[in-house]
């Protein structure tokens, strides 16, 4: 298994009013890993942009320990864990400066035709490197199923897709739909809790200029929250990304 690893000092523009790191900057942290070691094993986007093909993900699960503070200094590592038909499958860990273990995911990705916006088979440098990873016990399961999320949802706010928001994809960035998914809830519940799961499969590309409405609704067990989202585009025919979160309330 190759593992890769980067060294991070938690800036103030990665964290909230808490000073506590943003799951939507975690996503960027974790795209700029993941960048760094697909450049080292020759499948890093320009070279499958060359060959008229990209990388697309299609499912992230990340369970938090604790998230990491303003100024603290992590280390951020990622690999390729396997491969699951089309889909190449990536793994993330992030530890404290004390080897402390804050924060696990997993991801699963595919590449794509860029004009023709269809899943391709994986070039075999990907699956050669995965190859290593095939009796490898995987920790974190995808769990959400699509087909059992709730009809109704009590809570809505309007996003639109503006430039900062689109990607080397011409499209929207998977951590900006994390930030519409959490940005759905309330100024008070962020302030009130802290995260500890977020699993989302993203369904549809969401294109710029394009109006969407984030959803969600909330239900409470044992003092433990959990959040099941949606986000569809403004007619509401279409939903881009289902996610489901799991909070707890700050005791701070």
């Known amino acids: 298994m190759v593992k890769y690893s980067e060294e991070i000092k938690i800036r103030g523009h990665y964290t909230d009013l808490q000073g506590r790191l943003i799951v939507k900057s975690l996503c960027d942290l974790f795209n700029d890993v993941a960048n760094g070691q697909t450049l080292l094993l020759g499948f890093?986007?320009?070279?499958?942009?060359?060959?008229?093909?990209?990388?697309?993900?299609?499912?992230?699960?990340?369970?938090?320990?604790?998230?990491?503070?303003?100024?603290?200094?992590?280390?951020?590592?990622?690999?390729?864990?396997?491969?699951?038909?089309?889909?190449?499958?990536?793994?993330?860990?992030?530890?404290?400066?004390?080897?402390?273990?804050?924060?696990?995911?997993?991801s699963e990705w595919m590449v794509i035709d860029i004009n023709r916006r269809r899943p391709v088979r994986l070039p075999a440098c990907v699956t050669e490197n995965a190859a290593s990873c095939v009796d490898v016990v995987r920790e974190i399961p995808f769990e959400l199923d699509t087909k059992n999320m709730p009809e109704e949802y009590e809570n809505s706010r309007c996003f639109t897709a503006t430039y900062d928001n689109i990607d080397f994809n011409k499209h929207v960035t998977q951590a900006t739909y994390v930030r519409w998914v959490t940005n759905s809830l309330s100024y008070v519940f962020l302030k009130e809790h802290g995260l500890r799961e977020l699993?989302?499969?993203?369904?549809?590309?969401?294109?710029?200029?394009?109006?969407?409405?984030?959803?969600?609704?909330?239900?409470?067990?044992?003092?433990?929250?959990?959040?099941?989202?949606?986000?569809?585009?403004?007619?509401?025919?279409?939903t881009h990304c289902f996610a489901v979160s799991t909070w707890e309330k700050n005791l701070d």
């Open 44 to 106: 890093d986007v320009p070279t499958l942009n060359a060959q008229g093909l990209t990388w697309m993900l299609h499912k992230l699960h990340i369970i938090v320990n604790r998230m990491p503070e303003q100024e603290e200094i992590v280390t951020l590592e990622t690999w390729p864990s396997g491969i699951d038909r089309l889909f190449a499958l990536r793994d993330f860990s992030m530890f404290s400066g004390k080897g402390d273990l804050l924060i696990r995911a997993t």
């Open 199 to 238: 699993e989302i499969v993203y369904e549809h590309e969401v294109l710029p200029d394009s109006r969407v409405n984030a959803e969600n609704h909330v239900t409470e067990d044992d003092g433990k929250v959990k959040v099941y989202h949606r986000v569809r585009n403004e007619a509401g025919d279409k």
